[in-house]
């Protein structure tokens, strides 16, 4: 599962144990080793390499259950702070608050659903029954990837273009959408790649190995995760920078 990536504004500056800098930079290592472990799953990769693969989409999945937590107790914080303020936020900050919530918790569920998904997979779990646990696997997989895609949609419900030309430099402006489109379109080809892996559609290889199609979708959309994380960790960076601070709005990108 694609590390949670969730385009804000808003300076994060309490992560728990890191800052958001080192919070992405982790992001970034995730969607690198997620990518070089997507070539385990074509049919002609060998049976160790295929078996890492199925463990590394199972660590770097959890791993980013863990990220999206972080991103939920920040939140959680962040919303605390903001009622014990001057003033009660308006209903826009309040919507806004909430559609935050509500994406890290679909990030969260996600991530959980690909690590899951990936235990299925490993040779000694589906040997038991091949059928029933590639099936469950690949929905697990299916649901994850639309999880994602909602969670995408729902940052993108928050995207406020005029605060952002106003407030940010020229680089900004597109640097946060970027990074949710590219991200929004890795989570389509996730989807998209998931439907091959169902053992229906598996075939005799002759013509199209239906699970190399799935692979490719799943390779070009770990490129795309990872142009996402690139376009945000440089928009983190400049973020931080000094200048007129955007704390003062909950607008999102």
């Not at 029933?132 to 729902?154: C, D, E, K, M, Q």
Request: glycine share 6%; aromatic share 14%; hydrophobic share 50%.
């Amino acid at each position: 599962m694609p590390p949670p990536l969730h385009v804000t504004i808003r300076k994060r500056q309490d992560l728990l144990c890191t800052n958001e800098l080192v919070h992405e930079f982790q992001n970034l290592a995730i969607t690198i080793i997620q990518l070089i472990a997507c070539f385990g799953f074509f049919h002609k990769a060998s049976q160790s390499f295929y078996v890492i693969a199925c463990w590394i989409f199972f660590i770097t999945s959890a791993w980013g259950a863990y990220q999206a937590f972080i991103l939920l107790c920040d939140h959680s914080k962040y919303s605390a702070n903001s009622r014990r303020g001057s003033r009660w936020p308006s209903a826009s900050e309040l919507g806004e608050k909430q559609r935050e919530r509500l994406e890290t918790v679909l990030l969260m569920v996600s991530a959980i659903l690909f690590a899951v998904g990936s235990l299925a997979f490993l040779p000694p779990v589906s040997a038991m029954n091949k059928e029933f646990y590639l099936y469950w696997g690949t929905t697990f997989f299916l649901i994850g990837s639309l999880l994602l895609l909602g969670a995408n949609y729902v940052n993108s419900l928050s995207i406020s273009m005029t605060t952002v030309i106003i407030i940010q430099t020229p680089a900004d402006v597109w640097l946060g959408p970027l990074a949710l489109l590219l991200n929004l379109f890795g989570s389509c080809f996730f989807g998209i790649g998931s439907i091959c892996f169902y053992p229906e559609l598996e075939g005799d290889g002759t013509a199209w190995n239906v699970i190399d199609v799935g692979t490719w979708w799943y390779v070009w959309g770990a490129v795309l995760f990872v142009g996402a994380v690139l376009a945000h960790l440089v928009h983190i960076a400049r973020k931080h920078t000094d200048k007129p601070s955007l704390d003062a709005s909950d607008d999102l990108l």
